[in-house]
């Protein structure tokens, strides 16, 4: 089979398509023919050696995938060849086959495709963790989204709408704004692309602030961070909540005495971790998230698909923050 694979620490150029031997499913383990293979940023941050987690090399890419069951290992019930399913894979996707644990595997529902399957879980359950776990989010409150057109961005965006918020869009250019109404959003606002000098930073946070209106937000999502971060906890309400998700942007520091003025909390979220601490509660919210996608309140926004020999190429378009929606490897 063949696999995208990083041999070295770099940017998407080092990646190389190479035949590789099938794996074989150990016990209680499917072996799957992968269709599509969701990009998240995880991908940009794991070939570089900047992410959490650091797998042996050489692997592939690729945390989220749809796909059919080829064959099943000793020991697994409930999975037949053929079957259509969704999986969590963490790394490994972007290969023409993948080993899943049976047990954490989702079967992907009739009439949907394997693109917008694959690109369903990573995001809606970051953001349903993030905004109800963390952020404690209540019908008829304020949510400003940053990078409310990315992945997990417009997940939340879209969770906001489905539990009855008002939603504040925040993103770089007309298009991304357009975008996040479409997908829901109350107001979009469209911020300068930095970097920011004192000035620009005040600026900044008055467009915040102008956006979400005299009561400030009641949760902040932030998945973008750098400058950004500050200038939007500025314009937090009063027992606000500022969720931590992502620092594209650059890792933040945020000055102490603002959550002090607004009595407010800064949450880190952390999806991953929780999924493992706490199964039941993330089962419970992959459920709603089903639920919510057959309803059509939350769907995945597929923008742009390409094949697995140009998957470098879909890394680095993300990379170079042009990722709309969802940007998906098929293969
Ligand atoms: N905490 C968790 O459990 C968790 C789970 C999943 C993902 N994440 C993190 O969430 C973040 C977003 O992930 P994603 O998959 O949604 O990525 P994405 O689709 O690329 O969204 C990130 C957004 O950040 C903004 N951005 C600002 N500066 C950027 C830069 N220099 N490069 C790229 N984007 C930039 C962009 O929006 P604008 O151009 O509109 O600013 C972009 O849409 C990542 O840091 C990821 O690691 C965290």
Redesign the pocket.
């Known amino acids: 089979m063949k696999a995208l694979l990083s041999h070295a620490p770099g940017g998407p150029g080092t990646l190389r398509l190479e035949e590789v031997a099938d794996p074989r499913p150990g016990p209680g383990q499917l072996l799957v023919r992968v269709r599509a293979c969701a990009v ?3 991908d940009v ?1 794991i070939i570089e050696d900047k992410y959490q987690f650091k797998p042996p090399r050489p692997f592939a890419p690729g945390g989220e995938i749809a796909g059919t069951v080829e064959a099943v290992g000793e020991g697994v019930a409930g999975w037949r060849e053929g079957d259509r399913l969704i999986a969590m894979i963490g790394h490994g996707g972007m290969a023409e086959k993948v080993l899943v644990g049976a047990a954490t595997a989702l079967p992907l529902p009739e009439g949907r495709s394997f693109e917008e399957g694959s690109a369903l879980i ?2 809606y359950a ?1 953001s349903i963790h ?1 905004l109800l776990d963390r952020g404690r989010l209540q019908a008829g409150q304020t949510l400003l989204v ?8 417009l997940a939340a965006v879209e969770l906001g709408k489905a539990y009855g918020v008002r939603v504040v869009a ?4 007309e298009d ?1 704004a357009g975008v996040a109404r479409a997908a829901g959003a109350d107001a979009a606002l469209v ?1 300068p ?1 930095g970097p920011f000098d004192k000035e620009g930073a005040r600026a900044l946070s008055q467009l915040f602030k102008d956006a979400v209106g005299p009561g400030g937000a009641d949760v902040v999502y932030d ?4 400058d ?1 971060a500050e200038a939007a906890l500025r314009a937090i309400g009063w027992e606000g909540r500022y969720l931590v ?5 650059g890792i933040p520091r945020l000055p102490l005495n603002l959550t002090l003025l607004k009595s407010c909390d800064v949450c880190g ?4 971790a929780f999924a493992a601490r706490d199964p039941a509660a993330n089962a419970a919210h992959i459920a709603t998230l089903f639920r919510l996608w057959d309803e059509g309140r939350i769907a995945p926004k597929v923008s742009r698909t390409w094949p697995l020999d140009k998957g470098a190429e879909a890394i680095a378009w ?4 042009k ?1 709309v929606g969802k940007l998906v490897v098929t293969v």
């Open positions: 998240n940023y995880p941050l990573l995001t970051t993030a940053l990078g409310a057109a990315g992945g997990v961005g925040a993103v770089s250019s991304k911020y692309r998945p973008v961070g750098g950004y998700v992502g620092f594209p942007a979220v952390f999806w991953g993300m990379a170079a923050r990722a």
